[in-house]
């Protein structure tokens, strides 16, 4: 019986640790495009992809805190 809880929370782990990394990439991902934005003078899309890389950092954060 305690084979399968520590299997069940190892499983887990591994999720929360592929969602956490993904959510990094995607931050990376939406960061640069930014940065593209700001060059391209294009304040509305450049506000969008600031607020989805601050939601991204903010998961793979909040996941490493659980």
């Given at each position: 019986m305690?084979?399968?809880?520590t299997?069940?929370?190892?499983?887990?782990?591994?999720?929360?640790?592929?969602?956490?990394?993904?959510?990094v990439?995607?931050?990376?991902?939406?960061?640069?495009?930014?940065?593209?934005?700001?060059?391209m003078?294009?304040?509305?899309?450049?506000?969008?992809?600031?607020?989805?890389?601050?939601?991204?950092?903010?998961i793979?954060?909040?996941?490493?805190?659980?």
């Amino acid at each position: 019986m305690i084979g399968l809880v520590t299997i069940a929370m190892t499983s887990t782990a591994h999720w929360m640790t592929n969602v956490s990394a993904l959510s990094v990439i995607g931050c990376l991902y939406f960061i640069l495009t930014f940065f593209q934005h700001i060059k391209m003078e294009d304040e509305r899309l450049a506000q969008q992809s600031k607020i989805a890389a601050v939601v991204c950092l903010a998961i793979a954060l909040l996941i490493q805190a659980i």
